[in-house]
Nanobody, 120 residues
Framework: QLQLVESGGGLVQPGGSLRLSCAASAFTLDYYAIGWFRQAPGKEREGVSCISRYGGSTKYADSVKGRFTISRDTAKNTVYLQMNRLKPEDTAVYYC?????????????WGQGTQVTVSS
C-alpha cells in the first residue's frame, strides 16, 4: 500500500518554523519519490514539494519556494519538510505520499496527515 506516517505539526506564530516528518516502516523510502501535500479548510489538496529517489532533485510550489525545504535522512528512513517564515495561509493538514519519479502522480496511499496552524 506504500503508506506513510506524518508527524511534527502544531500551532506556530506567523514567521515561525516547523519541521514535518514522513516515515515508513514497511519499505525503504530511498527507492521512491516522496511528495508533500496540504489541504486547507474548504480547499482542494495541493502539492507542496517533492523529492526524487535518493534526493537527486527537488520541486516546490511557488507559494512555498524559498521558505520550505524538503530533504531525506536515509538512516532514519524519513523525509522531512522544513518550513520557515510560516504564514497564516500555510495553515492546512499536511500529508506525504509516494509519487512517481516525475513527481506528477501519487502512487501511494494517503496517511492521516498532520495539522499545521499558523496563527498569532
Amino acid at each position: 500500500q506504500l503508506q506513510l506516517v506524518e508527524s511534527g505539526g502544531g500551532l506556530v506564530q506567523p514567521g515561525g518554523s516547523l519541521r514535518l516528518s514522513c516515515a515508513a516502516s514497511a519499505f525503504t523510502l530511498d527507492y521512491y519519490a516522496i511528495g508533500w501535500f496540504r489541504q486547507a479548510p474548504g480547499k482542494e489538496r495541493e502539492g507542496v514539494s517533492c523529492i526524487s529517489r535518493y534526493g537527486g532533485s527537488t520541486k516546490y510550489a511557488d507559494s512555498v519556494k524559498g521558505r520550505f525545504t524538503i530533504s531525506r535522512d536515509t538512516a532514519k528512513n524519513t523525509v522531512y519538510l522544513q518550513m520557515n517564515r510560516l504564514k497564516p495561509e500555510d495553515t492546512a493538514v499536511y500529508y506525504c505520499a509516494v509519487q512517481n519519479e516525475a513527481c506528477t502522480l501519487r502512487v501511494g496511499s494517503w496517511g492521516q496527515g498532520t495539522q499545521v496552524t499558523v496563527s498569532s
